[in-house]
């Protein structure tokens, strides 16, 4: 079975300081995975996705996250953060085109000014 | 980017009544429907995944008769909580799929059930 682990429930950065949130996943094959961004009362929003190919994948809003086998790692990163990021992060992971999409325990990110 | 819309986003209703919760693809057609339900400052677990046309999959320990999901057409699924106790109060968020290998599906914005 999958499963996803966010180790850090709630993290706190300063403007424009870099973000690195981490996801840790675990499938037997190379999975699909995902990081979305939930605001307070808010669906969720897909920040990027891997599938294949390139291990480095850009998003919107300036984040990337970057895929490691080896670690079975997919964190999620972002140069210099803005207030308006603070919100919750998942991390999900599919395990192949039918089945169905896991989500991590999510990480509050907070920002401070 | 795909339209997913929620209806209604917030909804209060009294202890045994039920209650519609709608979920539309407003610019393509969603074969797959999903429908999560997510506890305060928790994640988010799927109750249910439904296509169009057939019945729905249920996940272990999620009531069918009590979550009754219908996905009438390729653009609308609805979850209705039938005879709603409080401790059916939650955030429940759907998720529509278009068909194809490598495609994601997109989240509505939520409905909030308060009931009383």
């Known amino acids: 079975a999958q499963s996803v682990t966010q180790p850090d429930i709630h993290i706190t950065v300063s403007e424009g300081a870099s973000l690195e949130l981490r996801c840790n996943y675990s499938y037997g094959a190379t999975p699909y995975l995902f990081w979305y961004v939930q605001s307070p009362g808010q669906g969720l929003q897909l920040l990027l996705k891997y599938f294949s190919g390139d291990t480095l994948v850009q998003g919107i809003k300036g984040f990337e996250a970057e895929f490691k086998r080896s670690q079975s790692s997919f964190n999620l990163r972002k140069p210099s953060v803005h207030w308006s990021d603070a919100a919750e992060y998942f991390c999900a992971v599919k395990g192949g085109t039918a089945s169905k999409l896991t989500f991590g325990t999510g990480t509050r990110l907070q920002v401070t000014l | 980017g795909a339209v997913v819309s929620q209806h209604p986003s917030r909804v209060i209703c009294k202890s045994g009544t039920s209650v519609k919760i709608e979920c539309r693809s407003l610019d393509f057609q969603a074969t797959t429907m999903f429908w999560y339900r997510q506890f305060p400052k928790q994640s988010l677990m799927l109750m249910a995944t439904s296509n169009e046309g057939s019945k729905a999959t249920y996940e272990q320990g999620v009531e069918k008769d009590k979550f009754l999901i219908n996905h009438a057409s390729l653009t609308l699924s609805t979850l209705t909580v039938t005879s709603a106790h409080p401790e059916d109060s939650s955030f429940y968020i759907c998720?529509?799929?278009?068909?194809?290998?490598?495609?994601?599906?997109?989240f509505g914005q939520g409905t909030r059930l308060t009931v009383v």
């Open positions: 998720s529509a799929k278009p068909g194809g290998m490598n495609t994601e599906a997109f």
